[in-house]
């Protein structure tokens, strides 16, 4: 793996690798995001991140705000998988978003990437609601990513607002431990918000991502559905994506 690129600034070091066709951006030793145009699908954590847009049959969006860009790869998969109309990427680090310029080529005219903090931004926004909204905001700890936001209640319930009736909310989380913290696995009137509720994972990877949906999702149509499309039908047959999709309860346990 070659170092194509790198700068340090304010403390933090920054590097972006390469790897035959893969560009991978790090930050402080952690991997921020990983793409592959002649592999549209990682077999990491990003794909988990896309997936859920999938389950739908009639999957088409026209607008998707992703917040935490990163080097931009979940955007660069959704535009390659769905080409939605609008994608708005939201990223507070500016040697993100300027890796994502220059080495993500994240130049498509349906693209809009805002330099601001997630949480004010979602708060001052006067754009129209989002069929598909992705929560990735990361940081790094003793070399781990971890989440940068509390996903306690009120940043849920932010999150939620934003959504237009048919769309689809995906968080992230780093570890088990993160999601049961969460408003997502605690608070039941947050999840009584949603018709369908998915938790994915994969075997190589210790992070709980929940999708969110306001419409019903038959579980028993999903693998048909992902499988309608070329991309992650050849990643599933060649056995480089490998995921677990369950449906979660709309009730918690009291504990």
Known sequence: MAVIWQKKQAGQHYEVRRAGHSRRLYKNGVCHSQY???SILTGSIWDLLV?????QPD???RRVLVLGVGGGAVIRQLNALLQPEQIIGVEKNAVHLQIARRFFELDADNIELIEADAVDWLRTCKR???DLI???IFTEQRGHPVRAIDAGEEWC???THRLSVRGV???NFASADEFRMSAVYRDMALRNRFTSIFQLGAPALDNHVVAMHRVDINQRDIHRNIMAHPEPERAICSGKLKYRSRKLRQTVKAE
């Open 128 to 130: 129209k609601k989002f």
């Open 157 to 159: 319930s932010a999150l």
């Open 36 to 38: 592959n145009p002649r």
């Open 51 to 55: 997936l859920p847009a999938l389950y």
């Open 59 to 61: 999957c088409k969006l």
């Open 134 to 136: 992705i929560e990735d």
């Open 169 to 171: 909310l995906v968080m």
